[in-house]
């Protein structure tokens, strides 16, 4: 949950401030929710393929196969890129 919390408003606060630096506001649109939804693909992506590993408890875990993760990826980089434009 702190992963979410901290790295989340990181990678979302980074988004908004790249998107501000190009003269575009999309915090209060719906572009604002593409890029939070996409910042948590990015986390789910991440935890599930490198964090959940560093625990204690290693049986039964997998990572997600290469396919999901790329398209998990690609639909994340998509909904950025699309975010100003959405209204």
């Known amino acids: 949950m702190a992963i979410l919390l901290v790295f989340g408003a990181i990678m979302s606060g980074a988004a908004h401030w ?4 190009f003269g575009v506001q999309v915090n209060d ?4 929710l593409l890029i939070s939804i996409s910042v948590l693909i990015l986390l789910f992506v991440w935890y599930r393929n490198k964090l959940q590993f560093s625990g204690f408890v290693k049986k039964g875990q997998k990572k997600l196969p290469k ?3 790329t398209t998990l990826v690609t639909l994340s980089i998509l909904m950025l890129v699309t975010a100003p434009m959405v209204g």
């Not at 790249?18 to 630096?21: D, Q, R, W």
């Not at 649109?29 to 604002?32: F, Q």
């Open 18 to 21: 790249v998107y501000s630096s």
């Open 29 to 32: 649109s719906n572009g604002g």
């Open 67 to 69: 396919k999901v993760s």
